[in-house]
């Protein structure tokens, strides 16, 4: 059986974990692609572009989105809001591609409520906490205030890794690349339980 549509992947995991190094080192390995930019509210960082690494709006901007239902997930972390547009993930997904999610536990719940027969998701973590507070640092981007909110969040994330159809634990990043590429790969084969009934049927009616 061939899809003829596309496809979902959910990868969710601790600030600090690695996620955006793992999407940029296997995203030319995975055919057609649509990486969802979230929009947010929090304050741009320096080096980020308008549009490339998010949909930077104000808090008012936001709320009348929600209002007008034009997420297909939103949530508030860390004091700001990030939300997934609908319309841009659908288009994707009738052109065939696979659409990628960089989301946290409360996002992958939405999609999964929504469009879980075409999701595949992924749980990606440091392989300790302690590795995890040490990249956090390392990178210099964060206050020791906002460092502490990541760390006890991330504390609280991990417990829901069963929640997830992978783990994928970012020790050596081509290690874990190379699995997440298989996974990727797998993603775009499930097929929705419509299309498998429907197999089914045909199935049985040329007996």
Do not use: C
Not at 36 to 48: A, D, K, L, V, Y
Not at 72 to 90: F, I
Not at 166 to 190: C, G, P, T, W, Y
Not at 196 to 204: A, C, D, T
């Amino acid at each position: 059986m061939n899809r003829s549509s596309g496809a979902i992947l959910v990868l969710s995991g601790p600030s600090g974990a690695g996620k955006s190094s793992l999407i940029a080192k296997i995203i030319d390995q995975i055919g057609p692609t649509y990486f969802s930019i979230s929009t947010t509210t929090r304050p741009m960082r320096e080096g980020e572009i308008d549009g490339v690494h998010y949909h930077f709006v104000s808090v008012e901007e936001f709320k009348r989105e929600i209002d007008e239902e034009m997420f297909l997930e939103y949530a508030v972390v860390h004091g700001n809001y990030y939300g997934t547009s609908l319309g841009a993930v659908k288009k994707a997904l009738k052109e065939g591609k696979l659409v990628i999610f960089d989301i946290d536990v409360q996002g992958h719940d939405a999609v999964q409520n929504r469009l879980s027969d075409i999701t595949t998701s992924v749980f990606i973590t440091t392989p300790t906490l302690e590795e995890l507070k040490r990249r956090l640092h390392s990178r210099s981007t964060d206050s020791e205030e906002v460092i502490a909110k990541r760390v006890e969040m991330a504390k609280r994330e991990v417990q829901r890794i069963s929640e997830y159809d992978f783990l994928v634990v970012n020790d050596q990043l081509d290690d874990a690349a190379e699995v997440l590429v298989s996974i990727a790969k797998a993603a775009r084969m499930k097929i929705p339980t419509l299309q498998i009934n429907e197999f089914v049927q045909l199935w049985e009616a040329n007996a």
